[in-house]
C-alpha cells in the first residue's frame, strides 16, 4: 500500500510535506560541481566520498555533491520551523512533483552513494586507475 493511498483527503502543495515519510528534501542538501573527466578528477570525488554523509550523482542537470544532513529548522512533523523566514531556495522549491512522488535517484544517470561504488565505477572506466598514485 503507497502512503498515498493511506491519506483520506487531497493532497496541496500546503499539506503535502506533512505526509513526507522523513520530509526527504529537508535531509540533504546539493552542490553542482564540475562534471569529472580524468582520472585525477575522479580522484579528488573519490577523496570527497570517502568523507561521511557524502554522496555523489549525475543527472539531466550535470553532477552533484550530496551532503546528507537534516535541515536544523524541520520540526518533527515535517514541517519548516522557519517558514515565515525561509531562506530563497527553499521558497523557489515546488512540491508540485517531488520525492514524495517519486524517487529522485530515478533521474539518475549515476548514483554513487559510497566510496566503494565509485571506486567500482572508475576501475572500469580507467584502465590504469591503480598507477594514478604519485611515486
Request: proline letters at 4%; aromatic letters at 16%.
Amino acid at each position: 500500500m503507497s502512503v498515498k493511498q493511506s491519506i483520506p483527503f487531497e493532497l496541496t502543495p500546503e499539506n503535502k510535506c506533512s505526509f513526507c515519510p522523513g520530509t526527504k528534501c529537508c535531509n540533504y542538501i546539493t552542490q553542482q560541481i564540475d562534471a569529472p573527466r580524468s582520472i585525477d578528477d575522479f580522484d579528488h570525488l573519490l577523496w570527497q566520498l570517502a568523507h561521511a554523509n557524502i554522496q555523489a550523482y549525475k543527472d539531466e542537470d550535470g553532477w552533484f555533491l550530496v551532503v546528507m544532513t537534516r535541515c536544523n529548522y524541520l520540526q518533527k512533523e515535517g514541517n519548516c520551523g522557519i517558514y515565515e523566514t525561509r531562506p530563497q531556495v527553499c521558497r523557489d522549491y515546488s512540491n508540485d512533483y517531488c520525492e514524495f512522488d517519486a524517487p529522485a535517484e530515478e533521474g539518475f544517470e549515476f548514483y554513487f552513494q559510497t566510496y566503494t561504488e565509485l571506486d567500482n565505477y572508475c576501475r572500469k572506466r580507467f584502465k590504469n586507475w591503480d598507477k594514478r598514485f604519485k611515486t
